[in-house]
């Protein structure tokens, strides 16, 4: 009995759980460890096939598919809504590629990366953040995916929708859904396991799968029903000034799906082989997702003419479906592309930033376990879809920081700093990213600036009731706003009052660091050899001369 009490007694030490402190150049202060240490070169294996593959099963997203599809729900013809999703995805795929170069040409994560902007403790602001998103979000898409299982088992064993339900009706979930979610996260959690570095091999075989399945489900809306009788006769009921706004909002959430994205790119740019493997993004990325999108238009398109109803979710489509073979594979692809999208979007994100927030005792791995647990189960996702409307829409809402972040991070290396930086002062609190105690007030102001406006119009979107007037047009473009607006003011006030300590004359980057500190112990190891060696010979002549006597 000593033995068990003393086990879980271990087990709940803390010391139990400290990783085990290894040699670096950037830990020195207690700031890091390992896993959020600049990447070594023989990590850095992502070829620019890697990007193209990860983009293709990123772009096989079911928020991707709902959101072209819901454009239409909103009034857009097809005609409308593929221009408005084009532009908005060569405006991210734009500002992935800057801000996933500085990750590449760094080796450093978003959130050791973004010190350098906004001081070494106000981006702690911006991780914390991003991990409360991730951990909401992981919920959220894991119960998605949990709908993908229940059209997989449903095809299989139709009986499923007669199991009893035992749980209340308060519950806001059934028993077979809870069954399904935990199969759904039970199947997603090994993949969160892999090392960020191996994990571009899912991406790899989600984007040869899911597209497949895309295109067969495109083929069969147009067997069903020829284009001339469904998506070439659909038409826009949006006019006037209207049809502009709700263009532009449609515009705004294209941009949201991947905002935060486009800030922890460097995330997955880190471990490039050169900064030139992940140039390929705004080519790719625009023509992918303006693919997947019509796709998502054209299915939905057939479904109102077969069901009478703009089906925007594809999972309600397929229940449809009397082709059980037909049903299982597209749930699958599905599945596929939501523990894909989990993963890149939300599991790993929220891993890099824990590991940051906590280095001692948090790696990338336990990072991810965390996120799994809280995002999956103590934050009830069938909750919060269930009765929080409202809050859904500040969750969406979010892009109103997000624009801002990516912003500053750019504006800052590229046009202030223009690439000249210092990555090892990145993982020093008292080092030349300090700012004013830890704070850049040009950064705080940029947000401030930005974020303030935009308020009201996602105070309205969460409560209807409450009139803020023109005020919500703002919000509709929050991501564009913010984005821009930031990055003039950061630009402005940082050319007008430029901190000068965070300023040097080239790139320091962590292969220097590495190589000057290499060099250092060679000398000192030379020098150590050759004073050993005058001392052996000093000996040596003593002797002789003892001999000599």
């Known amino acids: ?89 060569a405006i991210i795929s734009v500002v992935m590629v800057l801000n996933g170069t500085i990750g590449a040409r760094l080796h450093v994560a978003f959130p050791v990366l973004n010190r ?12 914390f953040s991003r991990v409360i998103l991730s951990m909401f979000w992981f919920g959220i898409q894991s119960y998605n995916g949990s709908q993908c299982v229940y059209q997989m088992l449903k095809a299989i064993w139709p009986s499923i929708a007669q199991i009893p339900n035992h749980l209340s009706p308060t519950a806001n979930i059934t028993s077979s859904g809870l069954m399904c979610y935990f199969l759904y996260w039970l199947i997603q959690l090994p993949f969160m396991l892999l090392s960020p570095h191996k994990v571009r091999w899912l991406f790899f075989v989600k984007g040869i799968i899911v597209p497949i399945a895309w295109l067969a489900m495109v083929i069969w809306c147009f067997v069903k029903v020829p284009a001339s009788e469904g998506l070439f006769v659909q038409h826009a009921t949006a006019e006037g000034p209207y049809f502009s706004w709700t263009w532009l909002s449609a515009m705004n959430s294209a941009l949201g799906i991947y905002s935060s994205l486009s800030v922890n790119i460097p995330d997955f740019t880190r471990y490039a082989k050169d900064e030139k493997a992940q140039y390929v993004q705004p080519f790719i990325i625009p023509i992918a997702f303006t693919l997947c999108s019509f796709a998502g238009i054209a299915v939905t398109s057939a479904g109102i003419q077969l069901y009478g109803e703009v089906l925007w979710d ?61 995002g999956g189960w103590a934050l009830c996702p069938w909750e919060i879809l269930a009765n929080a409307a409202g809050f859904l829409s500040f969750m969406n809402g979010y892009t109103i920081f997000l624009g801002p972040f990516a912003g500053i991070m750019i504006t800052d290396f590229w046009l202030v700093h223009k690439g000249r930086v210092d990555v090892p002062a990145m993982y020093n609190p008292n080092g030349r990213y300090r700012y004013v105690g830890g704070f850049n007030w040009r950064a705080v102001l940029a ?103």
């Open 1 to 89: 009995m000593s033995f068990s009490r003393e086990s879980v007694s271990n087990f709940f030490t803390p010391s139990k759980w400290a990783l085990e402190p290894e040699k670096t150049t950037f830990a020195a202060h207690g700031w890091s460890n390992k896993y959020m240490d600049p990447v070594p070169p023989r990590l850095r294996t992502w070829t620019t096939w890697n990007y193209i593959s990860y983009w293709l099963s990123d772009a096989t997203n079911l928020a991707v598919w709902e959101l072209a599809s819901s454009m239409l729900a909103v009034g857009l013809s097809w005609r409308q809504a593929l221009p408005c999703i084009a532009s908005a995805y």
């Open 447 to 549: 947000m401030l600036i930005t974020v303030v406006p935009t308020l009201p119009g996602l105070v309205n979107s969460i409560n209807p009731t409450i009139s803020v007037g023109n005020a919500t047009h703002l919000f509709d473009i929050a991501w564009m706003y913010g984005f821009f607006v930031a990055s003039t003011v950061y630009y402005v006030t940082s050319t007008l009052f430029p901190a000068r300590d965070t300023y040097v004359e080239e790139l320091i980057s962590a292969d220097d660091a590495v190589l000057e500190e290499n060099y250092a112990t060679d000398k000192s190891v030379t020098a150590s050899i050759h004073s050993g060696s005058e001392k052996k010979m000093g000996e040596v002549k003593s002797s002789i001369k003892g001999v000599e006597v």
């Open 314 to 374: 594809p999972l309600l489509l397929i229940d449809r479906w009397d082709n059980r073979a037909a049903a299982f594979f597209a749930s699958f692809a599905f599945a596929l592309t939501t523990i894909g999208t989990n993963i890149s979007a939300n599991s790993l994100g929220a891993g890099n930033d824990m590991t940051v927030l906590c280095p001692k005792y948090i790696n990338i791995r336990r990072g991810q376990v965390i996120c799994a647990i809280i």
């Open 116 to 127: 350098s902007s906004f001081g070494f403790w106000f981006s702690y602001f911006t991780v």
